[in-house]
């Protein structure tokens, strides 16, 4: 018998003879990704045009980490220091800049018709 736990799709299976925990089971791990326009909005908004820019202005991440982290039209896969280091930067809390900036990774494959 498997039952689920919360939302983080880990589930609990008990051996059938001796009604005890017997492992874990876990789903693939979820990638999340920019959302290039509101990337590219925000940064705009603070007077950075690429990330060359972001890079000279010492947010608390080095370059190769920035780099690593957005593409040329500010697509790429979420790093969570560059995640921490835009909320200390922008003065954004956290769960805000995710909304914000972090394509839902459910929502991203449904269809809107």
């Not at 000279?56 to 040329?72: L, N």
Request: proline content about 5%; glycine content about 8%.
């Amino acid at each position: 018998m498997a039952l689920p736990l919360v939302k983080m799709r880990v589930y609990f299976q008990f051996c059938k003879r001796s009604g005890t925990l017997c492992g874990v089971h876990h789903t693939p791990p979820i990638e999340l990704r920019w959302a290039p326009d509101a990337v590219s909005f925000l940064m705009s908004a603070n007077g950075i045009q690429d990330r060359g820019q972001l890079a000279k202005m010492q947010i608390g991440v080095g370059q190769t980490t920035i780099y690593r982290s957005f593409d040329e039209q500010w697509a790429g896969r979420v790093q969570i220091r560059m995640l921490a280091a835009l909320s200390r930067w922008l003065n954004i809390d956290l769960p805000s800049l995710v909304a914000a900036l972090v394509v839902d990774p459910v929502l991203e494959g449904t269809d809107d018709e």
